[in-house]
């Protein structure tokens, strides 16, 4: 079994910087990402990253202002998120699995943190 425990969300000014970590207790899993939930809208793929190969792997709007990476600790992720949206206003979770149909669809993963809530004002 794997538990997934997120931290760091909040509240921050558009403009700002937050970021997210997420440590995973157990087994190892090949990919772990992050997928967030706005109100009233479908859980939608954010970034993810490869374990062995440090292949990354990010939503399109957040390109460029998101950053995923590895801890120096075993199984942890963070989510370096920059420049925020009132748009990336959204509950966060952290997820970790295979991603053997594809790491931006919610089935590859087979673990799921709690859910962290960003909210940016503007």
């Known amino acids: 079994q794997v538990q997934l425990v997120e931290s760091g969300g909040g509240l921050v000014q558009a403009g700002g910087p937050l970021r997210l970590s997420c440590a995973a207790s157990g087994r190892t899993l090949s990919t772990m990402g992050w997928f967030r939930q706005a109100p009233g809208k479908e859980r939608e793929f954010v970034a993810a990253?490869?374990?062995?190969?440090?292949?990354?792997y990010y939503l399109a709007s957040v390109k460029g202002r998101f950053t995923i990476s590895r801890g120096n600790a075993r199984n942890t992720v963070y989510l370096q998120m920059n420049s925020l949206k009132p748009e990336d206003t959204a509950v966060y979770y952290c997820a970790a699995g295979g991603a053997g149909p594809g790491v931006w669809r919610q089935s590859g993963y087979d673990y799921w943190g709690q859910g962290t809530q960003v909210t940016v004002s503007s």
């Open positions: 990253i490869n374990w062995s190969s440090s292949n990354e």
